[in-house]
């Protein structure tokens, strides 16, 4: 153990003497996101173009009111330009390529959500377009998860409502009054015949739901649209905009309990894109500049079979695997370093925090998984240009699957079926899950234990190789 | 004692080393001299345990490398041909870690360190990162960290190779004052001046295998008083073997590239009268050299090949 240590110490020493490598790999995800962001967060120039939209409303009801008036809102009015239209003037549009496609609400709409059962959007696509259409798809699939996130959330004052309701036509039934009609003229009976004390618990019910859920529910509802795509963790804010997030949560919930309390729009300060952005794509990219730093860290032991060093290492008193595992540990340790540096820089930049411990153990995790894969593929490829050519692929494809590069959702399902089997997927999920959802160890368990299993799997099995290879003087 | 016994090396089915054996006492330097390509370094992989031999045994002080290779490269320093040293560390910190490999530690190390910097006059420059170095200088750095545990055995692979004649006697002093203190050398070398210099037994290596070996003097008692000459001149083929061919005492070497080798017998003057016969008989010489008894002339005699060959 002391020669392993002894190698270790001397290739951190040469790593500080020639840092260049460990430095350029530290600022790459960082210049790298920045471009990224800077061409896709923009505000200004970068604006998304905006895409007309027809809503034919043929249910006229108070849920059908509500989503058309939520499309008219200030953050979606700056992608989607809504039109009111019937069937045949948004079918006539379409035609004539006015618009990018229709969502219809089909009548019973706001009865069927009223009564909690299945209700059901229709869309209506534009085919002579080609990107709009999807935006309006994307909108009609946003609705929906609002509203049956919205029904689930209210089923218990909506219970009560009804029980009211009936309670009161039970009354009037009595009493010789008006019962029945749709969900509209049930809010106005409700008000008719409700007392105090149950609108009251009734508030309360509701209040108590939207309070309880509003965190989880309100950012995500604001944030999706802006940068994430739906199922894909979403960046948190800096510490003044996610107070004013949760100012505007309180009062919603405060006053009327409506999901449409946070305006996005105003809480959008002029970098807030660029941001998020940036926030999205970075751990992505520092999980593909530590693979590549690792990759040039155990191509180094070639480095050294070239200068002389390792057969002069191999002609003293130690074992030839330890010597391969000293030269893996100082990979592992450059790298975590330089995962620790990009964290530190990171929190500087952007205020994100994350459990350090957890940190540390799956940033430490993921560069065995790294250095063992690479150790791997060297092994395999039983010669530093073949490991070289043979590492740059896996490398690349497994950034290309692992969602270094192009988020997830923006990629076939079958590739998304692909992801989980590369090692930038997990280190994507797990640093993304640190930072941005104040998670601990056990919100990355599932990510630590696969970059053990093939950091010790793939780190002995790569040794192994390794070393016949060097023995053999392939 | 260092000892080798019927070692022998494939590469892809070639015999890179061909039943060597060797035995080297305590404070003796032995020169395995030969030209690139004769199996030195090979010989010397196997000895230092980064080649393991395909057949044959390699003990030290009755050691066996096979029975148990960390205890055996503990007692060995290996200076290899090529200065295998980390130009962004400083000469000290290459030998800490070449230190800290062997088992050395704090004082200990540190001591060592001063000593072998001392030794081969680093010094000075102890602090400085080794790509500043002149290649002589890396040279004496290499060598230093050969010593720096003080081996029982100590295996130079052309430690002087491409350095200036300043630098070269300062490794041969430092590598006479090593032996001297009972380490066990084995020196390879294609320069003739210095295996008859530095050592005390050479072994004259060739196509893997060791052709000739003793002392200076034995190796010279083989070539005998006869003197090798070299005759060069456009000869027609079979014409040099017609022109000696009545003369017993004259063996042929080699013939090739406008080039004929003769070695003539123990007689004095006797390569003159052969040359005046050889110009009589008409063979046309255009140049003429002739060596005394030596090592160059022993390895024409035994390889038919000059050493730089």
Known sequence: MRRVLTILQKDLLRRWRSPLAPVVFLLFPFVFSGLIALAFGSDDDGRMPRFALAVVDEDGGIVARLVRGALGQDQAAEYLEVRDATLPEAMRAIEHNRIAGAIVIPAGFTQAIWNGERAELRVIRNPAQAIGPLAVEETAEFLALLLSGARGLLAEPLARIRESIA????????????????????????????????????????????????????????????????????????????????????????????TTGGSPANEKPASSTFRTVFQFVLPGMAAFALFILAVGLTADIFAERRAGTLARQMA?????????????LATVTV?????????????????????????????????????????????????EQRGATLASIVLMVMAFLGGSFIPLDSLPGFVRGLAPFTLNYWAIEGFQTLLFTDGGIGSVTTALLVFLAVGLGSGFGGAALLRRQLVRGE | MLSVQNLSRFFSGLKAVDRISLHVEPGEIYGLLGPNGAGKTTTISCVSGLLAPDEGTIELDGLALAADPIAFKQRIGIVPQENALYGDLTARENLSFWGGLAGLRGARLRERIAAVLREVGLEERAREPVRKFSGGMKRRLNLAIGMIHEPRLLLLDEPTAGIDPQARVRILDTVRGVARAGTIIVYTTHYLEEAQDLCQRIGIMDHGRILAEGTLEELKRIVGEGEILTLRGRFEPGEVEQAIAGDAGVRLVAVESG??????????????????????AGLPVADISIQPPNLQSLFLKLTGRELRD
Do not use: C
């Open chain 2, 259 to 280: 080039q004929a080798l003769l070695a003539t017998g123990g007689e004095r003057g006797e390569a003159a009268a052969l040359l005046a016969r050889l110009l009589k």
């Open chain 1, 167 to 258: 309670e009161g036509d039970g009354a009037a039934a009595r009493g010789g009054g008006a019962k029945g009609g749709d969900a509209h003229g049930e809010v106005k009976r409700l008000r008719d015949w409700a007392d105090d004390a149950q609108v009251a618990e009734i508030s309360i019910l509701v209040n108590r739901a939207m309070a309880g859920a509003g965190r989880f529910l309100l950012p995500p509802a604001i944030r999706i649209e802006k940068a994430a795509a739906p199922g894909v963790p979403i960046p948190r804010q800096s510490a003044g905009d996610a107070a004013d997030a949760a100012g505007q949560a309180g009062a919603g919930a405060d006053t009327t309990g409506s």
């Open chain 1, 335 to 383: 790298g975590a370093i330089v995962a620790a540096l990009m964290a530190l820089i990171g929190a500087l930049l952007l205020g994100a925090r994350a459990d350090p411990a957890a940190f540390v153990l799956l940033a430490l995790t993921f560069l065995l998984a790294v250095t063992g894969f690479v150790t791997l593929l060297y092994g395999f490829a039983r010669n």
């Open chain 1, 316 to 328: 003293a008193p130690l074992r030839d695997v330890e010597l391969i595992f000293g030269k893996m």
